[in-house]
């Protein structure tokens, strides 16, 4: 019976440690939890940035979606040949092509 302050102590001094542990625990769960949030919105950046980048090559390319279509598909199929409109080619009137489009409400 002489160690009864000495053992009072230790499970006092470990039951801290153990709520303080579990502290801890809860709040490293909270931050994985937000970075697997991140983790998740930087892969839709990536992929987004991805479709951004073919969309732009076939802005500035417009053989590249022929390339794909042959690649990808064996039929031979003719379309005709669709031109990009920039905003400089709107605002030229004197063309004999002219644009026209047809918006249809519902």
Do not use: C, D, W
Request: charged content about 20%; overall charge positive.
């Amino acid at each position: 019976m002489k160690y009864t302050k000495q053992i009072v102590f230790f499970i006092f001094l470990n039951i801290i440690i153990v709520f303080l542990s579990i502290f801890t625990g809860n709040l490293t769960r909270k931050f994985e939890v937000a970075n697997l949030h991140i983790l998740k919105n930087i892969e839709k950046q990536k992929e987004q940035f991805v479709i951004n980048q073919i969309e732009y090559s076939i802005y500035n390319n417009p053989n590249y979606l022929k390339k794909l279509h042959n690649i990808y598909f064996s039929i031979e199929e003719n379309y005709p040949e669709k031109k990009i409109v920039s905003l400089s080619n709107i605002s030229n009137f004197e063309k004999e092509n002219h644009l026209l489009v047809n918006i249809k409400s519902k």
